[in-house]
């Protein structure tokens, strides 16, 4: 059975830091593109960021690039979301998600979603 499963998140201030996992089991890790995405309410999830492991490939939204890092630790088959220099506008749920090696930056090319993780930044 697939899984992923999420943990990380939480409330912190502007400027702050938060680092989110994704634990992934039921399938090979280097085999998958895994993603981030976010949802805030009212609105659609957007893709935040990716990792192919099988390519050393990764990518980001603008709106995140030198703030957020994506990394992954293929032995214990985890994804890691580090958080940076946090904004109110960063207040959303983020999901994990795993998908076939080309999968990129929308969500429906992703099987598998981890069950959602809140993280609020105050202002």
């Known amino acids: 059975e697939v899984q992923l499963v999420q943990s990380g998140g939480g409330l912190v201030q502007a400027g702050g830091s938060l680092t989110l996992s994704c634990a992934a089991s039921?399938?090979?890790?280097?085999?998958?593109?895994i993603g981030w995405f976010r949802q805030a309410p009212g609105e659609e999830r957007d893709w935040i960021s990716y990792?192919?492991?099988?390519?050393?490939?990764?990518d980001y939204v603008d709106d995140v690039k030198g703030r957020f890092t994506i990394s992954s630790d293929s032995a214990k088959n985890m994804v890691y979301l580090q958080m940076n220099s946090l904004k109110p506008e960063d207040t959303a749920t983020y999901y994990c998600?795993?998908?076939?090696?080309?999968?990129?930056?929308?969500?429906?090319?992703?099987?598998?979603w981890g069950q959602g993780t809140q993280v609020t930044v105050s202002s």
């Open positions: 998600a795993a998908g076939p090696p080309g999968a990129r930056i929308f969500w429906y090319e992703y099987d598998y």
């Open positions: 039921g399938f090979t890790f280097d085999d998958r593109a």
């Open positions: 990792i192919r492991n099988s390519m050393g490939r990764t």
